[in-house]
């Protein structure tokens, strides 16, 4: 079975331009995660989603940044404007369930983020 | 306060010796469970071992045990007989919530030969 998927691996954009990272889970997660990782701050939760809800985004850094899930196979992370400082890796991950337990989180690869 | 601590930034360690990697936790919960994920210098998150508060037996996974001291607030991360690959940073995390994991910031791990 396919791991979480995530595009582009890479990504290269100027001040300013709208950026749009992909998800897409395991098939039957139900709970799908985004994560940004930077050396500064380290691995930090932006938002997660439960069958296809938001359900914290208290992680969301501004108002540039929103995220969807349209359906329960697809999710976007969308950055508008973008700002040097949003570079980072942008992780999508998921779970059968997001309680409490030993619901392993399953990592994408990552989006590397340049913002110029 | 942080979450979770890991006081090691970096570590070099022989290969085939055991390693130790420290991690405290600061919750209220009663419920929780604790990961270990380790990143190598590919970037990809590897989740290597879980341990629930409720769990009376540190858990094992093949390499990897994790030494769960509830008391303390700790859950350690130990790799038995170390070999070049495990070459990695590693990362201590907590669930005390439905939701996403809380991670610390990390330790280098260096295996020498």
């Known amino acids: 079975d396919a791991g979480v998927i995530q595009s582009p691996r890479h990504e290269v954009t100027e001040m300013g331009q709208e950026v749009t990272l992909r998800c897409k889970p395991i098939?039957?997660?139900?709970?799908l995660f985004w994560y940004r990782q930077t050396m500064m701050r380290g691995l930090e939760l932006l938002i997660y989603?439960?069958?296809?809800?938001?359900?914290?985004d208290s992680g969301m850094p501004e108002d540039r940044f929103s995220a969807k899930m349209p359906n329960a196979s697809f999710s976007t992370l969308k950055i508008q404007p973008s700002e040097p400082r949003d570079s980072a890796v942008y992780f999508c991950?998921?779970?059968?369930?997001?309680?409490?337990?030993?619901?392993?989180?399953?990592f994408g690869p990552g989006t590397r983020l340049t913002v110029t | 306060a942080q979450k979770i601590t890991q006081t090691q930034p970096g570590m070099f360690v022989q290969e085939k010796e055991a390693v130790t990697l420290d991690c405290t936790y600061d919750?209220?919960?009663?419920?929780?469970?604790l990961f270990w994920y380790k990143q190598p210098s590919s970037g990809e998150m590897i989740f290597l071992i879980y341990?629930?508060?409720?769990?009376?037996q540190n858990a094992t996974e093949g390499r990897y045990s994790l030494n769960f001291q509830k008391a303390r607030k700790s859950a350690n991360l130990v790799i038995s007989a170390s070999q070049l690959g495990d070459s990695a940073m590693y990362f201590c995390?907590?669930?005390?919530?439905?939701?996403?994991?809380?991670f610390g910031k990390g330790t280098h791990l260096i295996i020498q030969p």
């Open positions: 919750t209220s919960d009663q419920s929780y469970g």
């Open positions: 341990q629930g508060s409720y769990d009376e």
């Open positions: 991950a998921s779970s059968p369930i997001a309680g409490v337990g030993s619901y392993e989180q399953y």
């Open positions: 098939s039957g997660h139900n709970s």
């Open positions: 995390a907590m669930r005390d919530s439905p939701g996403g994991l809380t």
């Open positions: 989603f439960n069958n296809n809800v938001p359900i914290d």
